[in-house]
């Protein structure tokens, strides 16, 4: 990232030239419309709402449409600081400030009474989208003589060059020639900008594909490890489910940017942060889920693209929907899991174990149960009425919520004992006995995680806790070497 904030020329004291200040990209990084559409798509009815505002009116009507039904909370907004300090400092001058925005005036009346920093406001209306030419004129009939104007588009370029003075934040391709021409009239330059590459990196969240090591899982207990046309396989279904898995996460982001700007560690995501535009990330989700899917059928097989492509189905679902409500949303999230387990089997044609199906069911769900208890953990207990954003979880439940967590990963552990048990075992191993190994280090990880989930030191997602918590890499090699060594270390087991 850069970040520099520049004061090139400063207004004398005794200046009344007018400061007029854009909000999308300006003010803020992010535009309100495009994330109010990408939040409305969550909500059937105001997406179709906006829709049909957008057919019988054109972009006005939608953004009205959109700050009736999606408006966002404008007080988590990012708002740039350099941009706010030099409208105080105006404003310490007596000069007269005035929001001039193509955002819809409703959202902007908002801003500007949550800011406190403006005498005026103006912005778009059903019938006048305020954008380029028509902002142009509303500033003129609003201005009292010469103005300064603050922006960062090309679309702003006519502004610029009627303006006396001009500010530029993050400035576009077509913005910076225009700051050259007339480099004398320069008052304000602001570049924070960073990465799209980077941030697009992060929002991808590559540190989650070790999830999806799970596809290997049917090669292991299958022992087809040695042959290299399945860890092929594998390979390829490992990297096309990573990569489809990441389009999935910008899609969930960009639906969620105003729950996220309220959490306390999510505000600070690439699309929350306004790092990444609903654009960038529209096109970079669209790559990479049709990339992957496409990948699968190619690549690997039939069977193993129709189970990415259900698994891409399923995920939606749950984003758009399914994560509303309780008790269907953990379900959802156990079967995303067992889901890769399933795209394992399909891509190397490997028959799925029900054991070891049945297991993974019981396991994540008690992940995902743990996973939502966090969330009603770190909410304020005084208010047991509070709701959880976008889930249909309350404050009160939290030790409902861990005692099915609870009790599903006892259920895993009784399933895990019923399979070392069992005639497939027997045949598949050397020495089966070894596996009862398995069992305690599984309650110990179990029992372990739910302790330590109560004493606040999970983090937000314990599938990320588990990845990096040294006891948890233990615990997984120690098991797969015991799988190992009760498949080819015989043991003769006999009177002494």
């Given at each position: ?9 400063q207004?004398s004291?005794?200046?009344t ?7 999308d ?10 994330e ?8 059937i009815?105001?997406f ?7 057919s ?13 039904h ?11 600081q ?5 409208i105080?400092?105006a404003r ?11 955002a819809?005036v409703?959202i ?19 019938g006048?989208?305020l ?10 009939d ?28 993050n ?10 021409r007339?480099p ?12 799209v ?16 090591i ?12 040695v ?22 996460y ?8 105003q ?6 560690t ?8 306004g ?5 960038q ?8 889920i049709?990339?992957s ?6 690549l ?25 409500f ?35 069911l019981?396991?994540?769900l ?31 439940e ?11 990963g ?6 895990l004992?019923q ?65 190992l ?12």
């Amino acid at each position: 990232m850069t970040a520099m904030a520049e004061i090139v020329s400063q207004s004398s004291p005794t200046d009344t030239m007018d400061l007029f200040v854009d909000l999308d990209g300006t003010m803020i990084a992010g535009d309100i419309a495009a994330e109010s559409l990408a939040h409305a798509a969550r909500h059937i009815t105001a997406f179709l709402t906006a829709i049909r505002a957008f057919s019988s009116g054109g972009r006005a009507e939608l953004k009205r449409a959109l700050a009736e039904h999606a408006a966002p909370d404008v007080a988590t907004l990012p708002y740039r600081q350099e941009v706010l300090d030099y409208i105080q400092s105006a404003r310490e001058q007596g000069r007269r400030v005035i929001l001039a925005t193509a955002a819809d005036v409703t959202i902007a009346r908002q801003v500007a009474d949550h800011l406190g920093l403006f005498d005026e406001v103006i912005g778009s209306e059903p019938g006048r989208n305020l954008k380029g030419a028509a902002k142009l004129d509303a500033i003129r009939d609003m201005a009292r003589g010469p103005f300064e104007y603050i922006g960062d588009s090309s679309a702003d370029v006519p502004i610029w060059q009627a303006a006396a003075k001009s500010g530029f934040v993050n400035p576009s391709r077509g913005a910076i020639e225009q700051m050259r021409r007339r480099p004398e009239a320069v008052t304000l330059h602001v570049e924070n900008k960073v990465s799209v590459l980077g941030a697009l990196i992060k929002a991808m969240r590559p540190h989650q594909w070790a999830k999806n090591i799970l596809v290997f899982v049917p090669i292991l207990f299958a022992h087809e490890y040695v042959y290299a046309d399945v860890m092929l396989a594998g390979l390829l279904a490992f990297i096309c489910f990573s990569l489809c898995a990441s389009g999935v996460y910008l899609v969930n982001d960009m639906a969620d940017i105003q729950a996220d700007r309220r959490h306390a560690t999510k505000f600070a995501r690439p699309f929350a942060a306004g790092h990444l535009s609903i654009k960038q990330g529209i096109f970079a989700a669209t790559t990479l889920i049709g990339g992957s899917i496409l990948m699968a059928f190619l690549l690997v097989n039939i069977l193993f693209g129709l189970v990415l492509a259900g698994y891409a189905i399923l995920t939606t679902a749950y984003t758009f929907c399914l994560k509303r409500f309780s008790t269907v949303d953990v379900v959802a999230l156990s079967l995303l899991y067992t889901v890769r387990i399933l795209a394992g089997s399909a891509a190397t044609l490997l028959a799925p174990s029900p054991w070891l199906l049945s297991y993974s069911l019981f396991f994540f769900l008690s992940l995902a149960y743990m996973k939502r208890y966090i969330e009603l953990d770190q909410m304020e207990a005084s208010r047991l009425d509070e709701r959880l954003p976008s889930r249909n979880y309350y404050a009160s439940e939290v030790q409902l919520v861990m005692t099915f967590g609870i009790a599903n990963g006892a259920l895993s552990i009784l399933t895990l004992a019923q399979y070392v048990n069992s005639t497939a075992v027997n045949i598949a191993y050397a020495t089966p006995y070894l596996l009862w190994l398995i069992v305690p280090i599984m309650m110990f990880w179990t029992y372990r995680s739910w302790t330590w989930a109560s004493r606040g030191k999970i983090g937000d997602d314990p599938v990320v806790f588990a990845l990096k918590d040294q006891i948890s890499r233990i615990c997984v090699v120690s098991i797969l070497i015991i799988i190992l060594s009760a498949r080819i270390i015989p043991v003769e087991w006999g009177a002494p």
